[in-house]
């Protein structure tokens, strides 16, 4: 990955293949602070100039959604993590677009199995990993 500089806060990461986690919000550095801690969690990174991004329409144009996180865990899925404070008809409309490629990624079966989630609270993040670390 090409070097990039950021004036906003930064978090070290250890079980990351980027050394710092950029945190655009708190929220997100809290986020990066529970992968490091959870057993679950073998690698993440903030998806930051990764070029990963889901496509969907909105308003009649074409759309990129990047993600804030990607999580590989344990029993081998890979969670992708939106960090939302609040909701709304876009961000429904991005959730539908990230479901449908999630469902054509694990059913073309050549990219592992992949799940999705969306925070709506910092309190949630904990349970989010628990759940989809079970299934």
């Known amino acids: 990955m090409r070097t990039?500089?950021?004036?906003?806060?930064?978090?070290?990461?250890?079980?990351?293949?980027?050394?710092?986690?950029?945190?655009?919000?708190?929220?997100?550095?809290?986020?990066?602070?529970?992968c490091e801690r959870r057993d679950e969690v073998l690698?993440?990174?903030?998806?930051?100039?990764?070029?990963?991004?889901?496509?969907?329409?909105?308003?009649?144009?074409?759309?990129?959604?990047?993600?804030?996180?990607?999580?590989?865990?344990?029993?081998?899925?890979?969670?992708?993590?939106?960090?939302?404070?609040e909701d709304s008809p876009q961000n429904r409309a991005k959730r539908d677009a990230l479901a449908e490629w999630v469902a054509a990624v694990n059913q073309s079966g050549g990219f592992g199995q992949w799940c999705w989630d969306v925070a709506f609270a910092p309190h949630d993040i904990d349970d989010i990993i628990t759940r989809h670390a079970a299934a």
Do not use: C, M
């Not at 929220?27 to 529970?34: D, K």
């Not at 009649?60 to 939302?84: C, Q, T, Y």
């Open 4 to 34: 990039w500089y950021t004036t906003k806060p930064t978090f070290p990461a250890i079980k990351s293949h980027i050394s710092h986690v950029v945190g655009d919000s708190a929220w997100e550095g809290h986020t990066a602070n529970i």
């Open 43 to 85: 690698a993440y990174a903030k998806n930051d100039h990764l070029g990963f991004q889901i496509q969907y329409l909105w308003g009649g144009s074409r759309r990129r959604f990047l993600p804030d996180f990607l999580i590989r865990l344990r029993n081998g899925r890979v969670l992708a993590l939106e960090i939302k404070g």
